[in-house]
């Protein structure tokens, strides 16, 4: 049975910084590329970042230069540090496993007050 499960999130102010964990079960961790997605209210899921495989990584435009994703395979665990958060950060954010299946995690609340 796959378990992502997502924790670190809470309400922190503008500026602040969050530090997300993702514990996967399951699954072969090693292999699987990992990444962060959010949804904010009233809006559609998009990719935050993504770290493959083999380490490469990506980010979305807008949290470039403040968000750091990173794993630790030895932990089964991927990470996403959130600097300089903005109020638009505020969002569900969920973890994603991908290979040829994908599993996500339940989410957890991250929201920035101005």
């Known amino acids: 049975q796959v378990q992502l499960v997502e924790s670190g999130g809470g309400l922190v102010q503008a500026g602040g910084s969050l530090r997300l964990s993702c514990a996967a079960s399951g699954i072969i961790f090693s292999i699987y590329d990992m990444a962060w997605y959010r949804q904010a209210p009233g809006k559609q899921r998009e990719l935050v970042a993504m770290i493959f495989s083999g380490g490469s990584t990506n980010y979305a435009d807008s949290v470039k230069g403040r968000f750091t994703i990173s794993r630790d395979n030895a932990k089964n665990t991927v990470y996403l540090q959130m600097n300089s958060l903005k109020p638009e950060d505020t969002a569900v954010y969920y973890c994603?496993?991908?290979?040829?299946?994908?599993?996500w995690g339940q989410g957890t609340q991250v929201t920035v007050s101005s």
């Open positions: 994603k496993a991908s290979m040829r299946q994908a599993y």
